[in-house]
T-cell receptor, first 115, second 113 residues
Framework: AQKITQTQPGMFVQEKEAVTLDCTYDTSDQSYGLFWYKQPSSGEMIFLIY??????QNATEGRYSLNFQKARKSANLVISASQLGDSAMYFC????????????FGPGTRLSVLP | EPEVTQTPSHQVTQMGQEVILRCVPISNHLYFYWYRQILGQKVEFLVS????????KSEIFDDQFSVERPDGSNFTLKIRSTKLEDSAMYFC???????????FGDGTRLSIL
């Protein structure tokens, strides 16, 4: 079974609109971390936001927020006020504390921001 | 802001040759990782390294792979006898804590001919 599922291979959003990128995960651990990374066409991996499984508040970092619904095992990324520079691949990743430090990545969602 | 740096950005190598990919993690980080991303596919974990030894490795990280921290700043990935299927982007990452975010370098694109 897939540990991380991102059901949207591609998304389009109008500039200045908000967009939600979906991520669901599968774990039996009680303690885990969820991460979002951005990969522009140039290829680098840019860390965006982190949510710990015990965090009660949804994480926010500037225009990025993470809509964490633990019971549903979802950790959707919300980008507010999209900008053209947000066009990129976005990867959701999970680290399970009982399985060590390595990340498991989802297949990614390609976001295209339209002018 | 401190960053992970990787060299070279692109490496072209003949099949069967050895290749060394270099990384300089963020200076006060203690945990180091290598990942790879075959073109168009998702990022896959290779190996994690802490306290001068491998702490975990994936099935991909077989005997042709090795990692080393030869000095206080560099962290290298060696592929002993490259195969065509080793062509990928290789990312180095580091983290300051065991469970915290991992910061990635810009990657080395490895092309095996």
């Amino acid at each position: 079974a897939q540990k991380i599922t991102q059901t949207q291979p591609g998304m389009f959003v109008q500039e200045k609109e908000a967009v939600t990128l979906d991520c669901t995960y599968d774990t039996s651990d009680q303690s885990y971390g969820l991460f979002w990374y951005k990969q522009p066409s140039s290829g680098e991996m840019i860390f965006l936001i982190y949510q710990g499984s015990y965090d009660e508040q949804n994480a926010t970092e500037g225009r990025y927020s993470l809509n964490f619904q633990k019971a549903r095992k979802s950790a959707n990324l919300v980008i507010s006020a999209s900008q053209l520079g947000d066009s990129a691949m976005y990867f959701c990743a999970m680290r399970e504390d009982n399985y060590g430090q390595n990340f498991v990545f989802g297949p990614g969602t390609r976001l295209s921001v339209l002018p | 802001e401190p960053e992970v740096t990787q060299t070279p950005s692109h490496q072209v190598t003949q099949m069967g040759q050895e290749v060394i990919l270099r990384c300089v993690p963020i200076s006060n980080h203690l945990y180091f990782y290598w990942y790879r991303q075959i073109l168009g596919q998702k990022v896959e974990f290779l190996v994690s390294f802490y306290n001068n030894e491998i702490s975990e490795k994936s099935e991909i990280f077989d005997d042709q792979f090795s990692v080393e921290r030869p000095d206080g700043s560099n962290f290298t990935l060696k592929i002993r006898s490259t195969k065509l299927e080793d062509s990928a982007m290789y990312f180095c990452a580091s983290s300051g804590t065991e469970l915290g975010p991992q910061h990635f370098g810009d990657g080395t694109r490895l092309s095996i001919l």
